[in-house]
């Protein structure tokens, strides 16, 4: 449809058309086409609900359809709803969870995992996915890092804008079958609340919004998002929901962001509670006046916005400015020509869990797995030579998704013991349980009671799970969070293991010392206890419906770990929150505990991470050159190259992530320690060695100085290549000041 049309079409709508399209519904308020309980409890009525403008989480294309249908009918100028949901790591092929994701430092691989979540999602009929979410994410006590990239801005913008582009397509053509609209989220400063409390106040300086928080969702907007979504929480002390400043000044005018703002669920009518609205009249108009296009979920919008542009305490332009955007992108859609656009049950049956997307998930499943530790080369394990136990709550537990993943189905997941057992069967494998994968008794979500099964005798499985340890030559220990520890509400101050897998560790450890851990978690966890016992720790997050045989080919060594941490694992919970690319301080630590009290440290623990960011190890060995610079001056219109060269010494083949990360010596505000700022994946036979080479420019240099002026200074810089944040061979270049 022509704009011109879309602009005849705004100005032949009533209000009451106006702003239903402002409101986002919930699926469950249909029923067969009737309105159910909630709607009738909220005060809705047919009337209103006629003109709703989008539609949040049906499953299915048929009832998509159906309700797409009915709606058009009803409307009195047939405009189609959108249809929205959580998309955050697949549809119904689940990949790993997006901290996994990051892992593999693969841009590329996240994006193409993105387009297959937008082709499934987009047969079931929907069109829009609450992803990504580019929360720049240090505390680990946070539920919702799973569906981050973790600590560092650089990696979280380059995965973000990867994942716009899968959703979206290259040429973000929406109309194109199999493009699903990405929604941003959330903006902004979301993953950095107080105590790591989901929903907290967030405490941010300018300074450190704009050159932390920002840059990744801007990564995200310039790759073409459709739309932003609010953050629940507070920023300068001002919900987002109603900060006008963050939406209008720095959303809209600086970032450059056209598309449609959505609320989070019921951010709006949440400005009451927040304490910045009286009434929902209030917080109507402070989220309208804000920006917000859409509220998600409550009847704030439509039972007020008419009102109160009779009674003139709202311009009825900015509802105008509102539907526009979302009539826009309706349009861009293509659903004003096919207001079901690509829903189809016989391409759901086609695509849905295929055989394809299923390799693709076993893939990046294999590539986000993070080898923390490997005493004695213990992995990869011998099938042919050796017999292994796999005990723990993991070894076979259908719940390895994300807890965000709502259209995924548990059955369709392959457990650690169907992989091990289908893709080696010859292979002297035993399996048992051991313990509960939660503390008998205790509450997952604050509602779910998970005692132990009547027939799983807490006893009797220990006992077996040691019996089996003790006859065998190697011990694999399948531990980690129940998966609803970790996502949206579930904030932890304790995030170590549940006491009675730490016990079947132990107890495990103390008859036979041959040891491995693999960890299925949705965060970084405290596992001190576990690094200083076992002999091999592999960190398999929450790696989705092709977990188990991923597992199994790394296990046995038909495929290598190549992962890397994408945020830093603390020793302990006191650390936190805590990062890579933190600023020195006047008196930083220099190593001797004895004789230098008085620097930033602490008296019980190191300062650094047990893992830092940027972390992985393989089955083999490489080893790095010095460090080559071209030039140690670097002109602002030109570059330098520097360069390592990198040798697998190990006796089999191995990806490495070599790493560029940059200091900032002397400037006119405290600089981190370090910068990433480049990475490169070199796969290498034994004894193959390759030159990798990174080019430096003065863009690379840029911050916000003290005046809040985005530029580089002239100065002296470090520059490190390495396999992680703390390591690496280092060099020292000069930026000269720019002749003009």
Request: charged content about 25%.
């Given at each position: 449809m022509e704009q011109q049309k879309l602009m005849s079409l705004l100005?032949?709508?009533?209000?009451?058309e106006k702003t239903g399209e402002l409101f986002q519904i919930p699926s469950y308020f249909f029923n067969n086409d009737m309105v159910t309980g909630p709607a009738v409890e909220m005060g809705i009525t047919p009337e209103e609900l006629r003109v709703c403008g989008s539609c949040l989480s049906v499953i299915g294309a048929r009832k998509l359809r159906d309700i797409q249908k009915a709606h058009i009918q009803r409307h009195p100028h047939h405009i189609p709803m959108l249809f929205m949901a959580?998309?955050?790591?697949?549809?119904r092929t689940v990949f790993p969870i997006p901290l996994a994701q990051s892992c593999t430092f693969d841009p590329a691989l996240a994006e193409k995992c993105a387009s297959i979540a937008a082709s499934e999602a987009a047969a079931a009929g929907l069109h829009v996915t609450f992803s990504p979410m580019a929360d720049l994410v240090r505390d680990a006590r946070w539920g919702r890092v799973m569906e981050s990239a973790g600590e560092d801005p650089y990696l979280s913008g380059l995965m973000a804008a990867a994942m716009v582009r899968g959703y979206q397509g290259?040429?973000?053509?929406?109309?194109k079958k199999g493009a699903l609209a990405a929604c941003l989220k959330h903006f902004a400063g979301y993953g950095a609340p107080e105590g790591g409390r989901d929903y907290n106040t967030v405490e941010l300086s300018e300074r450190t919004l704009t050159e932390d928080y920002l840059p990744a969702y801007q990564k995200a907007i310039d790759a073409g998002c459709a739309l932003v979504m609010t953050s629940f929480n507070t920023l300068n002390r001002i919900p987002s929901t109603a900060n006008r400043h963050l939406m209008r000044e720095i959303l809209r005018d600086k970032m450059l962001f056209d598309g449609v703002l959505i609320s989070d669920w019921c951010a709006v009518s949440e400005l009451i509670p927040h304490g910045i609205a009286a009434d929902e009249k209030e917080a109507a108009a402070l989220a309208l006046n804000a920006g917000v296009d859409i509220d998600m979920a409550s009847p704030v919008y439509l039972k007020n916005l008419k009102g109160m542009v009779k009674q003139k305490l709202i311009d009825e332009r900015l509802i105008d400015e509102a539907v526009l955007r979302i009539l826009t992108l309706k349009n861009r859609l293509g659903l004003f020509e096919n207001p079901y656009k690509d829903g189809s049950e016989e391409d759901e049956n086609k695509l849905l869990l295929?055989?394809?997307?299923?390799q693709q998930a076993r893939d990046c499943a294999e590539k986000s797995f993070v080898l923390l530790k490997n005493e004695d080369g213990f992995l990869p394990l011998n099938r042919e030579k050796e017999s292994v136990a796999f005990i723990g709550p993991f070894a076979d537990n259908l719940l390895l998704s994300g807890s965000w993943s709502f259209f995924g189905d548990d059955k369709d997941c392959v457990t650690l013991k169907e992989g091990v057992t289908r893709s080696y069967p010859e292979a002297a494998a035993f399996f048992a349980q051991g313990c509960p994968t939660v503390n008998p008794g205790t509450e997952v979500l604050g509602f779910q009671k998970v005692p132990p099964k009547e027939d799983f005798d807490l006893q009797d499985a220990l006992d077996t799970a040691i019996q089996l340890a003790r006859k065998a030559d190697r011990v694999i220990l399948a531990l980690g969070e129940h998966r609803d520890y970790s996502g949206e509400g579930a904030s932890r101050t304790h995030i170590t293991l549940p006491s009675c897998q730490l016990e079947?560790?132990?107890?495990?450890?103390?008859?036979?010392?041959n040891v491995g851990v693999i960890?299925?978690?949705?965060?970084?966890?405290?596992?001190?206890?576990?690094?200083?016992r076992a002999k091999a720790i592999l960190e398999a997050w929450l790696p989705?419906?092709?977990?188990g045989n991923a597992l199994a080919r790394v296990l046995y060594g038909d495929a290598s770990p190549s992962g890397r941490l994408s945020m830093s694992f603390p020793r302990c919970v006191g650390q936190v929150p805590i990062y890579y690319n933190h600023m020195s301080t006047g008196r930083p630590f220099s190593g001797d505990y004895r004789t230098t009290r008085y620097n930033s440290k602490y008296l019980d623990a190191p300062n650094e991470p047990l893992y830092p960011f940027g972390y992985g190890l393989t089955y083999t060995d490489f080893a790095y050159s010095k460090l080559c610079l071209d030039s140690d001056v670097l002109h602002p219109d030109d570059g330098i190259c520097a360069s390592v060269e990198v040798t697998n010494t190990g006796t089999r083949p191995g990806t490495e992530t070599v790493q560029l990360y940059l200091h900032d010596v002397s400037a006119?505000?405290?600089?981190?320690?370090?910068?990433?700022?480049?990475?490169c994946k070199v796969s290498l036979k034994p004894g193959e060695s390759r030159r990798v080479s990174f080019r430096i420019t003065e863009e690379m240099l840029r911050f916000y100085d003290i005046h809040m002026n985005y530029v580089s200074e002239p100065g002296q810089f470090e520059v490190f290549i390495g396999p992680d944040s703390a390591s690496g061979s280092k060099g020292v270049f000069t930026l000269v000041q720019s002749d003009t």
């Open positions: 100005s032949d709508m009533s209000l009451d959580d998309i955050i790591n697949g549809y290259e040429d973000n053509d929406l109309s295929c055989t394809a997307h299923r079947l560790f132990h107890k495990i450890c103390e008859v036979n010392p960890l299925f978690n949705g965060r970084p966890l405290d596992i001190c206890e576990i690094a200083q989705g419906v092709e977990g006119s505000v405290t600089r981190p320690v370090r910068e990433l700022k480049g990475f």
